[in-house]
């Protein structure tokens, strides 16, 4: 009710500004790079394949691992992608000096890094997109790519332009085999994200532990740009027998652990959780991070229902179905691999059951990630 009741205000006083002359519009003729399905037009009016090598897409941080990975699945899929580093105190910095203050830290954050890349190249000659995902329901979500958009055009950021994919349809404007390696990608990186923080908290010589463990990452990240799903597979295999060889101060069953729940990108971006971490560690804690695919189980779970209120067809049903069946079959075997590096439980995400434990505090139609928070 308030943001309705401030949106109002706004706009009356823009009005009374408006009439008494005090208010001029100022066109902005700067054309910023736009997208069109798989092509991009730059500002020439160029077009460019979006798997051009001179076209860059940026993957903002969300956490090192998931991050890393995702931009090596968008590299396996052709895209020129390109993982931004973790966010410093420089990112916020820059961020709140192109925005209100106002703005809630993800969107600062991710503005900041940005005009930041902007500044270390601006004598590229490539054409770069920020990958900038979208989402509907109250979430402030909806308006990072149009608040970015804004950046861009007042800053006249040139040959810069924003790539959105939408949870409307569940993610999938890239196509089914990206689906599925990205789906890989973010579902190896939540459980090596655990992983790493319970060596953190247990390995005796974390010195030695850390070592082996970035020598592993590094050759599953080379596995999903370059490689065929089974060897991915294989990868993990010998990565969880090569970390269960790192000697613990407890077991990992005996270990205290602690849930690490929130706002999607907060409870996984190193920079923003970074004291949080901190503390917990110094304490010996395992720190549980919630999934990230667990947000894309739920927009699996929203397209279901707007599918049988619009009517959609049975075959779209049906291929949405098949597509779930290969989501749920990858995580599955990915988590029971890894649980054998003796750092990780086997857990499988269950939407529903999360749904339901939260449905008479927050109605599943208020769509968002509010009720999986909660």
């Not at 596995?223 to 089974?230: G, L, Q, S, T, W």
């Not at 069953?253 to 110094?282: C, H, M, P, T, Y």
């Not at 059951?353 to 927050?362: S, T």
Request: net charge positive; proline share 2%; aromatic share 8%.
């Amino acid at each position: 009710t308030t943001r309705i009741e401030a949106a109002i205000d706004i706009i009356k006083r823009y009005r009374e500004l408006t009439k008494k002359g005090l208010l001029k519009e100022q066109v902005n003729t700067f054309k910023m790079a736009e997208v069109h399905g798989d092509t991009v037009i730059d500002q020439d009016g160029i077009i460019h394949s979006i798997k051009d090598k001179n076209v860059k897409m940026l993957i903002p941080s969300m956490g090192r691992f998931a991050t890393e990975a995702f931009a090596a699945a968008f590299r396996h899929s052709g895209i020129n992608a390109q993982a931004l580093p973790v966010y410093t105190f420089d990112t916020l910095q820059t961020g709140r000096g192109i925005t209100t203050s106002k703005e809630c830290i993800p969107f600062t954050l991710c503005a900041g890094a940005m005009v930041n890349h902007q500044n270390e190249n601006n004598e590229s000659k490539d054409i770069t997109l920020m990958f900038m995902p979208t989402a509907c329901g109250p979430c402030r979500h909806g308006q990072y790519s149009v608040y970015l958009k804004d950046i861009i055009r007042t800053r006249k950021l040139k040959n810069y332009g924003i790539y959105s994919l939408t949870d409307e349809d569940s993610y999938s404007g890239l196509g089914n085999d990206f689906i599925i390696r990205g789906w890989t990608a973010v579902t190896v990186a939540d459980v090596m994200q655990n992983i790493y923080y319970a060596i953190q908290a247990l390995a005796v010589n974390k010195k030695v532990a850390n070592y082996l463990f970035e020598e592993e990452w590094t050759k599953i990240i080379s596995k999903i740009e370059n490689d065929p799903a089974k060897n991915i597979y294989e990868q993990l295999k010998n990565s969880a027998q090569k970390i269960n060889t790192i000697a613990k101060r407890t077991s990992f069953e005996n270990a205290v652990k602690v849930a690490l729940i929130g706002e999607i990108f907060v409870r996984n971006e190193d920079f923003s959780r970074r004291e949080l971490i901190q503390k917990l560690l110094e304490h010996n804690i395992v720190i549980k991070t919630a999934a990230i695919g667990e947000f894309l189980y739920y927009t699996n779970y929203q397209l279901k229902i707007s599918n049988r209120k619009n009517g959609a067809s049975m075959n779209a049903r049906m291929m949405f179905m098949t597509r779930e069946i290969v989501q749920r079959k990858i995580e599955l075997k990915i988590k029971n691999i890894l649980s054998k590096s003796g750092f990780y439980e086997y857990e499988p995400l269950d939407i529903k059951k999360v749904i339901d434990h939260a449905k008479d505090l927050v109605s599943p139609e208020l769509e968002g990630e509010a009720i999986l928070t909660v």
